[in-house]
């Protein structure tokens, strides 16, 4: 998903600037000149410095060269381009499901959550529906089992009781 | 030193970091030969299991996986002409051509001896250069080590193939995250916002799982699954191998010596070696025109060098923290929390787990061979296994995996999707997430030499110049800083001597 220089300089301006603000802000160390607010400052002025830079599309001639010469690799395939056009929001439901993995892991258990996932996921992905429920039911089993017993991670139970 | 060598040997073979060899061997093969999953990403979604394991099997895993990983990702270049990681990207064409003129078992072959070679002969290298470099490193105050952390960012932004404004962006946002939390000179919370999790800082191993796993995973749901792979008998692999060896001397020790540098420079890695190998070949070889119709040579060249970059990357990292590519930058993660700290007492306190880690390399490279073998005979079914089920476990064990190695923090999630966005939207508009993970895992280490040499010099900026090593570094960092200006310059200078001819 393409975002325009423009937007994404001042974006990195502003964030400098906020950064070089709180970092202002943070309190001294008594009897030392330079405390936490050193580094914060210097990176904050950096980014607003290169966010402007951006911005400006100053060293896009460096980005340009460097798509020429990967495009020299690859064959043109507009049909590709199109797919990837038409399901770029898409690339947001992975960590769009990790959010719903932190809301609900905890209530609901890690096995149902991380299986329906999955489900989600592959469905996404256009999976053979034969074959969603399977992989996602001994999936969730199979990390939970390897998680929690090989690793002794303890991944959230849940209402439902494992066998082992 | 020989008895820390032989001492070095009953931590190697020994039933657990055997089996953690051959595990993660296997592991690895599969992880790179599937396309849209790296080796970086193998290596982040181990460090869970590397928890539970003695040092040295851990950093056994990763060693192993990674190098079978980048091996691996040759496999479906050479057979349906996509790359299985962006390291075999710079020669998939040719490999490819190669294959179609019916010599598919000639050009796996030299990906598998080639890659073998590479390692070893990398491994060679860091052998020699690392305690060599360790003894230098002694003398280092806070001084050289801020010049030196403050060169490698550099150098990541350097290596970019994107815009030099990007990549210092990225970096700077690297070290922006590095910032957050109480780890800093005073113990004050910063950039916390009241958060009790964020205190602790930014988990690193759970951003870096966020831009290098989950952000594939992102990318998976835009791109249209690879096309099958045709049915092929492949004959004998090593076939002709020690031929083109003694036909190619000149092309791979250039190739293991370019790979092992590059892999060196703080955040180039295999991917960048084989590109530089790759156009170098080109650029010497005897027989340009024939480069790009499914010739040998610069095959040779680039295999034997991206997995020379391997061993490289574990020099600044070893040495000074400094990961040289992105697979170092969470095996340092590993080795700190497995009381293996980089820096140069490592070559001398910790001899013999030094020499275990290059015997892990030597070994791990000799495994290729059979392995890989082996591999290539099953890629037709290992190739087979469909993307769209494989991405969403994977998912799922993004967030377990960082859950895990942020000490069971819930938390973790969260870092992981964050970063996942963050990850996948520079890499679309070419900001390079290398430099960005650069920063987040040396900001501690910059920011502490840079504090801590203030303090010393008074707040005065001379004594960072005056030293004669830091006063070196000083100049490569703003050599670095301004050879984006002098390429623009230079090139802007030849168009305008194009555009007006001599008078």
Redesign the interface.
């Known amino acids: 998903?393409?975002?325009s220089?423009r937007i994404?300089g001042v974006f990195?301006a502003l964030?400098?600037l906020a950064?070089f603000w709180?970092?202002s802000r943070?309190?001294p160390?008594p009897g030392?000149?330079?405390?936490?607010s050193?580094?914060?400052m210097?990176?904050?002025a950096?980014?607003m410095i290169?966010?402007i830079?951006?911005a400006l599309h100053?060293?896009?001639?460096?980005?340009e060269q460097?798509e020429a010469?990967?495009a020299k690799?690859r064959q043109p395939d507009p049909?590709?381009e199109a797919?990837?056009r038409r399901?770029?929001w898409?690339?947001?439901?992975?960590?769009?499901?990790?959010?719903a993995?932190?809301l609900l892991?905890?209530r609901v258990g890690?096995v149902p959550v991380?299986a329906v996932?999955?489900?989600?996921?592959?469905f996404?992905?256009?999976?053979?529906r034969q074959?969603?429920l399977p992989?996602?039911i001994f999936?969730?089993l199979g990390?939970h089992l390897v998680?929690v017993k090989?690793?002794?991670?303890?991944?959230p139970p849940g209402p439902l009781p494992m066998p082992w | 030193m020989s008895s820390s060598f032989l001492a070095a040997f009953p931590l190697v073979f020994t039933q657990d970091v055997m089996i953690a060899m051959i595990a993660s061997a296997i592991y690895g093969m599969v992880v790179g030969a599937l396309p849209g999953l790296t080796a970086t990403m193998a290596t982040a979604l181990l460090v869970?299991?590397t928890?539970?394991l003695s040092p040295i099997a851990a950093i056994a895993t990763i060693i192993t996986s990674s190098a079978m990983a980048i091996f691996a990702g040759d496999i479906p270049g050479c057979l349906v002409r996509i790359p299985g990681t962006p390291a075999s990207?710079?020669y998939?064409?040719e490999a490819y051509k190669m294959t179609l003129k019916g010599q598919a078992e000639t050009a796996l072959g030299i990906c598998l001896w080639f890659s073998a070679l590479g390692g070893i002969v990398g491994t060679i290298a860091l052998l020699l250069i690392a305690p060599a470099l360790a003894e230098v490193a002694l003398s280092f105050s806070t001084f050289e080590y801020f010049w030196l952390a403050i060169l490698g960012l550099m150098c990541s932004t350097l290596v970019a193939?994107?815009?030099?404004?990007?990549a210092?962006?990225a970096m700077?946002?690297g070290?922006?995250v590095s910032?957050i939390g109480i780890e800093?000179?005073?113990g004050?919370p910063?950039?916390t916002f009241g958060s009790t999790d964020l205190l602790g800082g930014i988990d690193a191993i759970a951003a870096l799982v966020g831009v290098f796993a989950?952000a594939e995973?992102?990318?998976?749901?835009?791109?249209?699954?690879p096309p099958a792979i045709p049915d092929r008998k492949l004959g004998s692999i090593l076939k002709g191998q020690i031929a083109l060896t003694k036909r190619y001397p000149k092309q791979q020790i250039r190739g293991n010596i370019v790979g092992t540098l590059i892999g060196a420079l703080p955040g180039a890695g295999a991917d960048m070696a084989a590109w530089v190998s790759y156009s170098l070949s080109k650029r010497f070889s005897k027989e340009r025109e024939k480069f790009g119709t499914g010739h040998p040579e610069g095959l040779v060249e680039a295999g034997a060098s991206n997995n020379a970059a391997l061993a490289g990357g574990w020099i600044p990292a070893l040495l000074f923290g400094i990961p040289g590519d992105t697979i170092t930058a969470i095996a340092i993660g590993v080795l700190y929390m497995k009381g293996l700290n980089p820096g140069p007492t490592l070559f001398t306190e910790k001899a013999s787990s030094m020499y275990a880690l290059y015997i892990i390399f030597l070994l791990a490279n000799l495994l290729m061979i059979p392995l890989g073998i082996a591999m290539i005979r099953m890629s037709k079914h290992v190739l087979k296994a469909?993307?769209?089920?494989i991405?969403?476990?994977i998912?799922?064990?993004?967030?377990?995996g960082a859950?895990?190695a942020a000490g069971?923090n819930?938390?973790a999630?969260?870092i992981?999707?964050?970063f996942?966005?963050a990850g996948?939207?520079m890499e679309?508009?070419?900001?390079p997430v290398a430099a960005m993970v650069l920063g987040i895992v040396m900001g501690t280490m910059?920011?502490q030499n840079?504090?801590t040499s203030?303090?010393k010099s008074?707040?005065s900026i001379l004594p960072f110049l005056s030293r004669p090593i830091a006063a070196g570094l000083a100049f490569l960092t703003f050599i670095a800083l301004f050879w984006?200006l002098i390429a623009?310059l230079r090139?802007y200078k030849a168009s305008l001597d194009a555009a007006s001819p001599a008078r």
């Open positions: 998903m393409r975002i220089d994404s990195l964030l400098g950064a709180g970092g943070l309190p160390v030392q000149q330079v405390g936490p050193a580094f914060p210097v990176v904050g950096g980014l290169v966010g830079l951006i100053i060293g896009r001639s460096f980005e460097a010469e990967l690799h049909e590709a797919f990837q399901r770029r898409f690339a947001f439901l992975p960590p769009a499901l990790m959010v993995y932190y892991s905890e890690f991380a996932m999955i489900a989600i996921l592959a996404a992905l256009n999976a053979k074959l969603i992989v996602s999936g969730a990390i998680f090989l690793l002794r991670v303890p991944l | 869970p299991v928890f539970y990207a710079a998939t064409d193939r994107s815009s030099p404004v990007k210092i962006a700077l946002l070290l922006l910032c800093n000179p005073a004050t910063r950039f989950l995973v992102m990318r998976a749901l835009t791109q249209k699954d469909p993307r769209s089920l991405m969403p476990v998912m799922v064990f993004c967030a377990v859950f895990s069971n819930l938390y999630v969260l992981v999707a964050f996942g966005i996948y939207l679309e508009n070419g900001f910059v920011e840079f504090v203030l303090i008074d707040g984006p623009w090139r």
